[in-house]
């Protein structure tokens, strides 16, 4: 790219103010077409450089509106990047909004009209489904709201019959966020069966803040807020020979690149001693994270004040109950963790970094060939650095760090109305309707060649596995509206799986046939994986909460490792009107998306 433009798009990238971003546009207008691709680069920092924050926007008025262009850009390496860019250039911006807020987003999918066809039953095309597309292809796409808990309907978050194609006119998201929508992070993404993967390691991800955690929990009220996003991508400079070392993929830290086999941290920049407010999402396809904050090598507590969105003991009183001092925290592919920082001293080595993390033994042949592959694991996760945490004093002096970081701002304090989540009855105590049990499950495609790549299945116990069907809109399963089930989800397989459900969260009761007192909900939860010679297999015991009358209809349930997603491990699960329920499912009945 040719000097004049990167510094285009590093300027876009930074957010540059009105008068730098007139100058850009002229530039970009003046020179046509060679500054249209810079425009369509997907811009991403330096190694080493500052992990700015993401740009944000705010609803105003109770409403956000946003225009987002889905774009993708080759790199020199030969990489493709996916991003998401609203009008002003800005890239995977913040969605910030209030419970009660209305959001708008108008999406146009800006990507060439290229890729293997893989054509869908033509019923597919028949009146409901949401867009009417019949063909998908590795162009096609649409958004996840990941963890918002809002109806599975077209137009709001329903992945299963929305696919936008280059061709598509733009499509309106539009939906309400619940008044009584827990405070926390969340976030967007791309779930086209089948090409999900590829475009979520490209970077197609982007965080959303729903307001109000400070009223959770008073602790974090008035302290800096930090948003860090990881997400992984195709290792850049792979090995020439096999090496245990080289990860399956490489990491990004608020895209700034952390690459094998160097692993050039990024910088975070804090005042000394500072307590800060950290929201971290691991919007990875693939890679599981277990986080650290170490100084001078030691591990340091981390105060847990939200996991996947929910504020921890959320609805209840007595704010000093909500934090959990964790000495790391693990996440796996689309996990969030929200916690309390206490910065280090001057002169202290501070380092964010993730631990290694044993997803099975290696060998496993995800990937259509070894050959193709010089790592020894296409799933290995080892300790790397994400970013080095650099004191600047109060003279204002960073030790050399690029002078241009914006301050962290202070949560913003969100005048709402008092929050209701405590009045509803827990799902603690909610008296399950039914027990399932469902397992993850992996087989060669071509049994006689050990080579050959896997099938990926997830099944209820006495149903026969099939990979998920993108023509089928035949529910897997069949709750009502006003039910509370158990699921017992095991792993049948030698490498690990992330469960994750759309439109509720869970409760998780026991793990491996031990019960727990969690006193939070989740939305993606790590099943370990099975030795291959025990006798019990690996599971984790969740309580699904089917309660809320806006959730009806027809939605996913899968594997969030999205190399197992896209390769079949999904199932539909409709939720049915409450009247057409029967016998004592109704007792359970309540308002609460995820109260406890
Ligand atoms: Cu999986």
Known sequence: MPPVFSRIGRALWRGCPLPCLLFSLCLL???????????????????????????????????????????TFTDAAGVSR???????????????????????????????????????????????????????????????????????????????TTLLQPSSPEFEYRFRVPKDHPPGLYWYHPHPHGFSEAQVLGGASGAMIIEGIER???????????????????????????????????????FVPVSYPGYTPAVLTIKPGQREFWRVLNASADTYLDLQVLFGGKPQYLGVVGLDGVPIRYGTPNAEKHILWESHVLLPPAGRAEFVVNGPATGVDAQLITQAVETGPPGDADTASPASTPAADDDNTPSRPLARILVKDSDGNDGGADQSVRATSALPVYQGQPENASSFPPLAEATPVRQRRIYFSEKPRDPKNPNATMQFFITE????????????RVPDIVVHQGDVEDWLIENRSSETHAFHIHQTHFLVLERHGVPVREPYLRDTINVPYWDGFTPDYPSIKLRLDFRDPAIVGTFPYHCHILQHEDGGMMGLIRVEPAEKSTGPAKSNSAKTPAGR
């Open 29 to 71: 207008t003046a020179s046509g077409a060679r500054a249209q691709s810079a425009f369509e680069a997907c811009p991403r920092p330096q190694a080493g450089s500052v992990a700015q924050p993401p740009p944000e926007l705010r609803s105003q008025n109770g409403v956000l509106e946003v225009h987002f262009s889905f774009r």
């Open 82 to 160: 996916y991003c998401y860019l609203t009008s002003d250039g800005s890239q995977a911006p913040t969605l910030r909004l209030r419970p009660g807020d209305l959001l708008v987003l108008h999406f146009k999918n800006d990507l060439p009209a290229v890729g293997a066809a893989l054509p869908m039953h033509s019923h597919d095309a028949r009146p409901g489904a949401c867009t009417g597309a019949s063909t998908m292809t590795a162009s096609s796409t649409n958004l996840h709201f990941h963890g918002l808990v809002i109806p599975p309907k077209c137009h709001q978050d329903e992945t299963v």
């Open 216 to 254: 959770a929990n008073p602790l974090v009220s008035g302290l800096p807020e930090r948003l860090l996003i990881v997400r992984d991508q195709r290792v850049e400079s792979p090995a020439t020979k096999p090496d245990p070392n080289q990860p399956g993929k490489d990491l990004s830290l608020n």
């Open 461 to 472: 116990e006495g149903h026969t596995p099939k990979v998920f069907d993108s023509s089928s």
